[in-house]
């Protein structure tokens, strides 16, 4: 590109967030061959765009985080795009069959559940009959997710079956090992210079799972006690500090918030505490 193109080109004009989800309705209809309508809401996140392919059961998709995405970098909106139709694609793929391998766990607010409440199209079914889910404290529950490298969709009841796990213990020792081998030498820890604030980093897309296996993370750590104080304001994200350093404390609260809010994937801006494998609200004293 000459310099004078790049001097005088235009700033390309972003689409307002109604825009987008017709967008996204069009494409769903255009390149999946899918019927699809949006039921409006007030905003986005109450503005699911509802596909179905002829009288087959519907499902839903919220594009909250991908028009946050395309606002901070509105050059990717096709890969935005393609991204979102690969899983839409992967879900009225009902053929596809499911290994333990591809199993793992995700770190979600709770406000997902009520959200997918939203996306079955009914009263009547509960998450807990569709979704394999485990509360772990506050706001944040673990959530478990098919991962086919090409794409990840939710977890349910029959994915289990298919996969020859016979309850939800053995899924979460699956999800645990499938998880360290992730991990396997991938793990990065970097300290702040002169306080106990530590990032811990994977993948961007499993880093907040990480808090299931602190102690494992930590176990050689010279910096951090055994009962961290941490946040995960993102998947993307996961901070951890001693629980008796209140500047990094006050440090990490600040950062998750700001995370928290420019994340396309946030989670939770509360602080939590690790300690023997249990993970509870922190208080501080």
């Known amino acids: 590109m000459s310099f004078f ?6 700033k390309p004009k972003l689409m307002t967030w109604q825009e987008f989800v017709e967008y996204f309705a069009r494409r769903i209809q255009e390149e999946l ?10 905003n986005i996140a109450s503005s699911p765009i509802i596909f179905s392919e002829d009288d087959e059961a519907s499902f839903s998709t919220y594009l909250s985080n991908h028009y946050t995405s395309y606002l901070q970098n509105p050059e990717a909106l ?3 795009v393609a991204a979102n139709l690969a899983v839409i694609d992967k879900i009225q793929d ?63 009841r029959e994915h289990m079956k298919e996969a020859g796990i016979e309850d939800e213990d053995a899924l979460y020792r699956t999800a645990m090992d499938n998880l360290r ?9 970097h300290h702040a210079e002169g306080w106990s604030l530590t990032q811990i980093h994977l993948d961007n897309d499993y880093d907040a799972s990480l808090i299931l296996l602190l102690d494992e993370v930590l176990k ?16 993307n994200a996961l901070l951890v500090c001693s629980p008796s350093d209140e500047e990094a404390l006050q440090a990490m ?31 501080a004293n």
């Not at 193109?5 to 235009?10: E, V, Y």
């Not at 050689?220 to 998947?235: E, G, I, K």
């Open 220 to 235: 050689d750590d010279p910096m951090l006690p055994a009962n961290p104080v941490f946040a995960v304001p993102a998947r």
């Open 33 to 42: 061959d899918l019927e699809a309508k949006i039921d409006w809401g007030e």
């Open 94 to 156: 009902t053929d596809a069959s499911v290994s333990a391998q591809q199993i793992l766990p995700t770190i979600k607010n709770t406000i997902y559940l009520e959200n997918a409440r939203l996306i079955t199209n009914t009263d009547e079914a509960e998450p807990a009959d569709y979704l394999v889910y485990k509360p772990i404290a506050g706001d944040i529950m673990l959530l478990y997710m098919v991962d086919t490298e090409e794409s990840m969709h939710t977890l349910n």
């Open 181 to 189: 081998q992730r991990m396997n030498g991938r793990v990065q820890i």
């Open 78 to 80: 096709e890969a935005i």
């Open 253 to 283: 609260a600040n950062i998750a918030l700001q995370a928290f809010e420019d994340s396309a994937y946030a989670i939770s801006t509360q602080l939590y505490q690790y300690h023997n494998g249990t993970i509870s609200v922190f208080r």
């Open 5 to 10: 193109s790049r001097l005088f080109r235009s």
